[in-house]
């Protein structure tokens, strides 16, 4: 039994009430519902131990009434497993006992599934924070707390099994934060119990041991104490003395990391010595070493140099009367208060009346989430009571209860590639605590994450929009310059189909394996696959590598009568069946569409190979293809593919129209009765006259069409003409 609750006997609501009137008057009524309420909705059920359920939450409360925890706190305590256990809801505790109280039970509940889950041992360190992650208010974790306090303190009532998986998770998780936010006796408390059920034969050893020794050790300390108190005061310094005795846990754990042996331990027990001013721990100090040699090494200054969890303390050990080691610690009363109670403490209940240095309170707060994790800010915490330690981290759980840590924004697919590469690549949904959620869903603290996939299933582009994770970001890219390769392949490869067949050689003798390496030698090209990405990109032309794949007078022969013969671009395009690349999506890099005429599909097109980008579609009217015209190499003949049904096009319309009221709205009606979106308008008008600019977003020709035939149709307008595209 932890020494704070030694000797209580069961825990009864007139007891709670009595310790919360102690420091908190005027609440009597507030804990005295929660108690009613909780015995009603817990009525029929029992613990293993035999007790009805209600002993727990009282016992729970009490601890937290023993911390002096504020009236909510304590009433939360209470209530703590009625929302979890029972048919209670959240709603009718906030109805019965307000947001606040409704808010700390709320917290503790989504705390209860993290119990259920498997933290494995490795990952102590990220349950542990997402457990202070998922509580926004410090003092869901203080009721937490309480609560594995209570259970571990009943644990011989459960079956081995679970036994010991709390014993090692109290062991693992609870008594660390408790540790790191310096609450020293829960720290110490949990330890303890954890340490009595996971090693009962080493506790017993040292039990043995302990006891032996223990009438010796304690006429000694006696012997010790009364002698420093009369030398300090004669010295004229205030102190006041107790003597301490290590727990079990910690001996065992100071003989199996130093690799000694119970003899060995010098600070089994200690004199502990608490004075009321910081610079009174040095003169005692100093005294004590007038008194007694001190042990070179043993000397720990922790004032100067606090702990993480802001343990202030002097420690010297010293070879006292007897020729026996003795420890001495040597802090003020508030270094005493924050040792024991931690951030406890500042959360405790306090009068009006009583000071509250709060930017004290924040100072502390701040330091105490430095040290948990140096990058957190401390603007977000100082809201409040309330903190988040970790607001640029989010923590959720693989189906497998593995817990897994994330940056804030994060979503399904971060998760997925974090399992693994290949899930990552196929993944397609994911179901979050269940339910079946979009890919780009931020993740929360605690979701259970499944991701779902398919194998023929890729990444998607627009997922680079939303992830964020490093390792996602650079698979995702990965792939996508993956695929660009391959489609760049089979690009060059279909250019030089092209070529060859204007000068009507054939593909299947040209294009060997051997014939291309040998042509990627020449042109400085790694090999023929890059030969041919090259070519797709438009690095190298098709007629560069025609050259080194036909014989020289073939070659020649046709370039000569090419020049002669005036060929005009749009005939040969319109004349012959040749085989055209097809242009698909319009979020293909390899395949853009002009700036000049911005052509959509059904309008005639030609391709024109741009180095370093592909192939540019232009409409077939464009005014600058008539530039390219002396320049058929780099000419393609594209056509449309299967267009994407929902992709928008937007195309420039010039509408003259009679100057009347009404006309745009005619035209914009018209326009989105055949689904079409206007996204620009511009306007001016000469005497009765007004010309009208529209930028429409359409499907394709047929769509389009549609547009221009019923705008023409509106009263007042006189003409419609697609123009080309200007500044949009
Ligand atoms: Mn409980």
């Given at each position: 039994m932890p020494p704070r609750l030694e000797g209580l006997p069961p825990a009864r609501i007139m007891d709670i009430v009595d310790l919360v009137e102690e420091y908190a008057s005027g609440h009597t009524d507030l804990v005295t519902r929660a108690y009613i309420y909780t015995a009603k909705v817990h009525r029929g059920q029992s613990r293993l131990s035999g007790e009805p359920y209600v002993s727990h939450p009282l016992e729970v409360a009490r601890i937290l009434a023993i911390m002096r925890q504020?009236?909510?706190?304590?009433?939360?305590?209470?209530?703590?497993?009625?929302?979890?256990?029972?048919?209670?809801?959240?709603?009718?505790?906030?109805?019965?006992?307000?947001?606040?109280?409704?808010?700390l039970v709320d917290g503790v509940t989504k705390l209860a599934r993290l119990d259920n889950s498997n933290a494995r041992a490795r990952q102590a360190e990220n349950y542990r924070?997402?457990?202070?992650?998922?509580?926004?208010?410090?003092?869901?974790?203080?009721?937490?707390?309480?609560?594995?306090?209570?259970?571990a303190m009943t644990l011989e009532y459960l079956p081995s099994g679970r036994r010991e998986r709390i014993a090692r998770e109290t062991a693992q998780?609870?008594?660390?934060?408790?540790?790191?936010?310096?609450?020293?006796?829960?720290k110490g408390a949990l330890e303890e119990i954890a340490f009595r059920h996971l090693h009962p034969v080493e506790y017993a050893e040292i039990d043995d041991k302990l006891k032996e020794g223990f009438a010796d050790r304690k006429a000694f300390l006696e012997e010790t104490e009364s002698l420093v108190c009369d030398s300090l005061s004669q010295a004229g310094l205030k102190a006041e003395i107790s003597a301490r005795f290590k727990l079990h846990s910690s001996i065992h754990r100071k003989m199996r990391e130093q690799k000694i042996d119970f003899h060995q331990v010098f600070d089994i027990s200690g004199l502990r010595?608490?004075?009321?001013?910081?610079?009174?721990?040095?003169?005692?100090?100093?005294?004590?070493?007038?008194?007694?040699?001190?042990?070179?090494?043993r000397f720990k200054d922790y004032i100067a140099l606090p702990k993480a969890n802001l343990y202030q303390s002097l420690h010297t050990t010293v070879m006292g009367a007897r020729g026996q080691r003795l420890e001495f610690q040597i802090r003020t009363r508030e270094m005493h208060q924050m040792a024991e109670q931690g951030i406890a403490a500042h959360w405790r209940y306090k009068e009006e009346d009583e000071d509250d240095?709060?930017?004290?309170?924040?100072?502390?707060?701040?330091?105490?989430?430095?040290?948990?994790?140096?990058?957190?800010?401390?603007?977000?915490l100082v809201d409040s009571v309330r903190l988040?330690?970790?607001?640029?981290?989010?923590?959720?759980?693989?189906?497998?209860?593995e817990v897994r840590r994330f940056p804030r924004g994060a979503t399904p697919v971060d998760f997925a590639y974090s399992i693994h590469s290949e899930i990552g690549h196929h993944c397609v949904g994911a179901r979050v605590n269940g339910r079946i959620v979009p890919l780009n869903t931020l993740l929360e603290n605690g979701d259970v994450v499944e991701i779902l996939t398919n194998p023929h299933r890729t990444p998607g582009r627009d997922w680079l929009k939303f992830i964020v994770t490093p390792r996602a970001k650079q698979q995702v890219r990965a792939w996508v310059r993956q695929e660009q390769r391959l489609r760049s392949t089979d690009l060059g490869r279909e250019l030089l189909e092209l070529e060859l067949n204007r000068f009507k050689a054939d593909a299947a003798t040209h294009l060997t394996d051997d014939r291309l390496e040998g042509a990627a030698g020449e042109l400085n090209q790694q090999n023929k696959e890059d030969l041919l990405v090259s070519v797709g990109f438009g690095r190298l032309s098709a007629r560069e590598v025609i050259h080194c794949l036909l014989p020289k007078e073939v070659v020649q022969g046709y370039e000569k009568r090419e020049k002669s013969a005036i060929r005009r671009l749009v005939q040969r395009v319109g004349g012959k069946s040749l085989k055209a690349i097809l242009v698909k999506g319009q979020d293909d890099v390899l395949i853009r569409f002009a700036k000049c005429c911005d052509p959509?599909?059904?309008?005639?097109?030609?391709?024109?190979?741009?180095?370093?980008?592909?192939?540019?579609?232009?409409?077939?009217?464009?005014?600058?293809?008539?530039?390219?015209?002396?320049?058929?190499?780099?000419?393609?003949?594209?056509?449309?593919?299967?267009?994407?049904?929902d992709e928008m096009h937007t195309v420039t319309l010039a509408v003259e129209a009679v100057d009347r009221p009404g006309i745009l709205a005619?035209?914009?009606?018209?326009?989105?009765?055949?689904?079409?979106?206007?996204?620009?308008?511009?306007?001016?008008?000469?005497?009765?006259?007004?010309?009208?600019?529209?930028?429409?977003?359409?499907?394709?020709?047929?769509?389009?069409?549609?547009?221009?035939?019923?705008?023409?149709?509106?009263?007042?307008?006189?003409?419609?003409?697609?123009?080309?595209?200007?500044?949009?």
């Open positions: 504020d009236p909510e706190t304590v009433a939360a305590g209470i209530l703590h497993d009625t929302v979890e256990d029972t048919a209670a809801t959240i709603e009718e505790i906030n109805h019965l006992f307000g947001d606040h109280v409704a808010e924070k997402m457990l202070v992650a998922m509580s926004h208010d410090i003092r869901v974790i203080l009721i937490k707390l309480a609560d594995r306090l209570h259970n998780i609870y008594a660390p934060l408790a540790n790191r936010l310096g609450i020293g006796w829960l010595i608490i004075v009321e001013e910081l610079k009174d721990c040095y003169a005692v100090l100093g005294h004590l070493h007038t008194l007694w040699k001190p042990i070179p090494g240095d709060s930017f004290d309170k924040f100072e502390w707060l701040r330091r105490i989430v430095e040290s948990l994790q140096e990058e957190t800010d401390p603007k977000d988040n330690l970790f607001p640029d981290e989010v923590f959720v759980f693989t189906p497998n209860s959509i599909p059904g309008d005639p097109i030609i391709g024109f190979i741009t180095r370093g980008k592909g192939v540019t579609v232009h409409s077939q009217m464009c005014a600058s293809v008539q530039d390219f015209s002396g320049d058929h190499e780099r000419l393609v003949d594209v056509a449309w593919g299967q267009e994407k049904k005619g035209l914009s009606s018209v326009i989105a009765s055949c689904e079409s979106n206007i996204s620009r308008i511009e306007a001016e008008s000469h005497h009765d006259r007004a010309g009208i600019r529209l930028d429409v977003q359409v499907h394709d020709l047929d769509h389009l069409n549609d547009v221009l035939k019923k705008a023409r149709d509106v009263k007042g307008v006189l003409s419609v003409l697609r123009v080309a595209p200007q500044t949009r």
